[in-house]
């Protein structure tokens, strides 16, 4: 078992090296630079070249059954789940088959609504990142860890 944590923009990396500690398994780190190497024997740290889905694109050419990917992107988590892994987000929504698909629909809309609105200026965008959120991704991680772990 290997957890991959796409690491660019991830508010949880503390709490993914805890959780993977307690489950003595491989963490990867995978961004396209900016961040240092995590501090755990269990952790490595891996920099991609620049580019708007290498992270994404290392993470799904290695991920598989058994494997767990912790990542706020829909369709890198829709590429885990379809390689077999297992995705989580930040807030600790567990990507699978049944829900992934209206997960990326609802992305696409909201894309298209976004880039067809006549009104400029400040929108919505997602909601801030609470004390909740971060234990509801600690609760919902270990239940990942688990059922990969079988």
């Known amino acids: 078992m290997t957890l991959y944590i796409d690491a660019d923009a991830c508010p949880v990396k503390d709490e993914a090296i805890r959780v993977g500690e307690r489950h003595r398994t491989e963490i990867i780190f995978v961004c396209d630079g900016g961040l240092r190497r995590p501090n755990s024997q269990w952790a490595k740290l891996v920099i991609v070249e620049q580019g708007a889905d290498a992270a994404d694109d290392w993470i799904a050419e290695r991920i598989g059954p058994g494997d767990v990917c912790v ?14 892994g297992l995705a989580i987000d930040h807030r600790g929504q ?46 919902g991680l270990e239940r990942v860890m688990r059922q990969a772990a079988r």
Do not use: E, H
């Open 71 to 84: 990542t706020g992107d829909i369709p890198l988590a829709d590429r885990c789940i379809k390689a077999g």
């Open 94 to 139: 567990v990507w699978t088959p049944d829900n992934i698909g209206s997960a990326l629909a609802m992305r696409d809309l909201m894309t298209d609504l976004r880039s067809a609105s006549p009104i400029d200026g400040p929108r919505g965008g997602a909601k801030p990142f609470s004390l909740k959120d971060r234990s509801s991704f600690l609760d």
